[in-house]
């Protein structure tokens, strides 16, 4: 194996367990080995089973092994530390203060994290630092590609700067030219397969098989070559005893058959195990099976609590359902959790409800489009086969195409010279142009009329947190623009009141609620309940839970799925307890869901009925 | 990790001073497409700059963040700042002796300046 290993893949596959498991295994081999995340929602320490953080952290009970979480917000706090102390000394206080009010936007961001995580692929040989093996753990698909993506980019942008009028986006990157540079080798390094491995972890399901069929076809066109599979949890002899478990393993040995013939690279499989995989002990057992064959041999018992909460009284549908004015719904979550599936649910129940639906992603891996069944645009456009509901997918590569053009439209009708907008042109081909038109889009729909339930699929936990305090961050940076003429100020204040609508309709009940999707597993609830927290600070409290692949108690027959369901119950209940809000519980099903027809047999299953205290 | 951005080290030092001399207030993004709303008042001035680029004038541009070194190099845009802070920027100069400060100028504005120095 080289000395550089990503571990990429959507969100909830597994992909932390077996960058785990690997980490483990090196460093048990005498490799001194470090792993390194850079997912906002990093749940290294929920594994490993002790607090991490921002450094390098020794793991307890691992010689050799260290461990590591990129903490954007840390991360751009340290980056404006190093790049404000020479102003420090030789500038007014007041404007040093403004100086880092104003590198604090989301573009700073992105450079820092993006500058953190370089430094590892950067590090010095042959010094007591260096490590055999370094692991990362990266962030979620449409995330990590976007971070790959960015050394390109980037090297772009920067050469184009330094030859066109000296100025770019990335201003915030003082350091431009050290940068350049690092950026250029870490990519070099990413280049050289005897010196990194690409490993996909994958499910044998469709939407994980294009998801990673995309991501790699993505990191080809950046001359990356090195790629390895992992296929994930599947079912075990013992497991396929249930008919629900045996129709799902007949549907995963169709997807293993297309896995073989559609991408072409070493794979190996890992079985889907009867418990969960938490602390260094249970890492070791999972190497042991999936390293040297061994099979599980463990079958976990929980004990069966049989208090479990009662469910109270309410009816999921109020929560959901537009009263006097418009309702607009979030549904957040790690990626891979079931977002898309349970806003495609809700929708739709909305939809045959008669209200005039609109259902949106913001996630640029979304598969909206399978889930309906249906091909679904950049642009809203009615579902065919359901009246009242329209989708539209968000693309940040084709909103920063339209925002592009139309401001060089308006550019144009100011009566710009075409040398100004030539210049203009090339200062948009940048990725915070992406970022700012995704955002753009999302204000647009938040705030438009016409609808009376508009439901976004949102992107992953961390994008999606990012993407929603933006509204908030946007309104402080427009109160510390000190320079503006009367055109932006009447301009900003239009902006900053959309802005506050957007905010105050999300802190309100009446007009929203975000729903929080989860599976009932232990690193899934923690990572929620953080996102839930996080989303508290800006004042958004969670309206409803989802708990997705619920095992009906029916079908829980025999010692493998009575394991897994009896974990699952312990963990409703906590789900419950946690967040003491309505749960929304979506069943494990013997197929996938792409078909309005399934979609509206599960949201009446769902919406339909009224919970009664039992 | 506890090395600073060495941004003073990159600063090309030697070069003649150009003509007309912009000093900017701090912002995040000087091209004015930045953030929520586009900045005309930006969009005017990197006209105004190729404008007077095309003429074969030299034009710089300073950021407060990226060419600290330019301010620390003038003294007399560092006495304004240190006065007056915000209120001074952006400052203009035309060879070497500021012509207008608070405001960004307008082209007329900078070629008189231009012309009252020839003579």
């Known amino acids: ?15 932390t367990s077996m960058a785990c498991t690997y980490a483990v295994r090196y460093a048990g081999e005498g490799k001194r ?111 990590t590609i976007r971070l790959l993506e960015l050394p390109a980019e980037w090297s772009q942008s920067i050469n184009e700067a330094s030859t066109g009028s000296g100025q770019t986006c990335i201003g915030p990157a003082a350091a431009i030219q050290d940068a350049r540079h690092k950026y250029e080798r870490a990519l070099a390094v990413m280049r050289l397969s005897d010196q990194t491995t690409f490993i996909f972890v994958l499910h044998p399901e469709a939407i994980s098989i294009k998801e990673t069929r995309r991501a790699i076809g993505e990191l080809t066109k950046l001359d990356i070559a090195n790629y390895r599979l992992i296929i994930n949890g599947i079912i075990p002899p013992e497991g396929a005893e249930n008919p629900l478990f045996a129709a799902r393993l007949e549907m995963q040995r169709r997807y293993l058959a297309e896995i073989e013939s559609s991408l072409p690279y070493p794979k190996q499989c890992m079985t889907l195990l009867a418990g969960e995989i938490r602390g260094v002990q249970s890492l070791r057992r999972v190497g042991r099976m999936f390293f040297d064959g061994e099979s599980d041999p463990q079958v976990e018992t929980f004990q069966a609590e049989q208090a479990v909460a009662k469910p109270p009284s309410y009816r999921l549908s109020d929560l959901v359902a537009p009263n006097s004015q418009r309702c607009t719904l979030f549904f957040a979550g790690k990626g891979g959790v079931g977002k898309t599936v349970a806003s495609c649910i809700t929708a739709v129940w909305l939809a045959r409800q008669g209200y005039k639906t609109l259902l949106l992603t913001t996630d640029p891996a979304a598969h909206l489009g399978d889930v309906l069944g249906v091909p679904v645009g950049d642009e809203p456009a009615p579902v065919p086969g359901l009246e009242s509901l329209w989708a539209a997918k968000i693309d940040p590569k084709a909103a920063a195409e339209t925002y592009k053009v139309r401001i060089l439209a308006d550019a144009r009708q100011r009566g710009r010279p075409e040398s100004a907008i030539k210049v203009m042109a090339e200062e948009l081909d940048s990725p915070c142009t992406e970022e700012m038109a995704a955002f753009d889009k999302f204000i647009e729909y938040a705030t438009q009329e016409g609808w009376q339930a508009v439901v976004f699929d949102t992107a992953p936990t961390g994008h999606t947190l990012r993407l929603l305090e933006l509204p908030v961050d946007w309104s402080k940076q427009i109160d510390v623009k000190v320079f503006a003429s009367i055109d932006t100020a009447a301009a900003d204040d239009v902006a900053k009141q959309r802005f506050g609508q957007v905010i105050e309709m999300m802190r309100d009940p009446q007009q929203s609620a975000f729903a929080f999707v989860m599976y009932p597993e232990a690193t899934p609830i923690l990572e929620a309940w953080r996102a839930a927290q996080e989303l508290g600070a800006v004042g958004i409290r969670p309206g409803l839970v989802v708990a997705n692949m619920v095992i009906p108690a029916e079908q829980a027959t025999t010692p493998f799925t009575q394991s897994r369901r009896q974990m699952q119950e312990k963990y409703l209940a906590e789900i419950t307890e946690r967040f003491k809000v309505p749960l929304a519980p979506i069943p494990l099903l013997p197929k996938e869901i792409k078909s309005l027809e399934m979609l509206a047999e599960l949201g009446e299953s769902i919406y339909g009925v009224k919970m009664v205290r039992g | 990790m506890e090395q600073t951005i060495p941004i003073f080290d990159h600063m090309p030092a030697q070069t003649p001073a150009a003509e007309v001399e912009i000093f900017d207030p701090p912002m995040c993004c000087p091209t004015g497409l930045c953030g929520p ?73 900078v070629r008189s300046a ?6």
């Open chain 1, 1 to 15: 194996m080289t000395q550089f290993i990503f571990f990429s893949g959507k969100g909830g596959v597994g992909k």
């Open chain 2, 37 to 109: 709303t586009l900045d005309q008042t930006l969009l005017d001035l990197n006209e105004m700059i190729l404008t007077l680029q095309a003429e074969n004038l030299r034009v710089a541009r300073y950021q407060m963040t990226s060419h600290p070194q330019a301010f620390l190099r003038n003294a007399e845009v560092m006495k304004l700042v240190r006065e007056k802070q915000m209120d001074a920027l952006p400052i203009t100069v035309v060879h070497d002796k500021i012509m207008k400060t608070g405001a960004y100028p307008t082209i007329d504005e």
């Open chain 2, 114 to 119: 231009l012309n009252g120095a020839a003579k």
């Open chain 1, 33 to 143: 080995t470090l792993i390194v995340t850079t997912d906002p929602a990093s749940n290294l320490a929920d594994v490993f089973e002790q607090p991490i953080g921002h450094r390098i952290t020794s793991i307890a009970g691992v010689p050799n092994l260290f461990a590591m979480e990129i903490d954007p917000d840390q991360a751009t706090r340290e980056y404006i530390d190093r790049a404000m102390a020479p102003h420090r000394a030789a500038f007014p206080s007041q404007m040093v203060q403004v100086m880092e009010e104003q590198m604090s936007g989301p573009c700073t961001a992105e450079v820092a994290a993006f500058d953190r995580f370089t430094d590892f692929l950067d590090l010095p040989v042959d010094t007591d630092t260096s490590f055999d093996v370094i692991i990362f753990d990266t962030a979620p698909t449409g995330h």
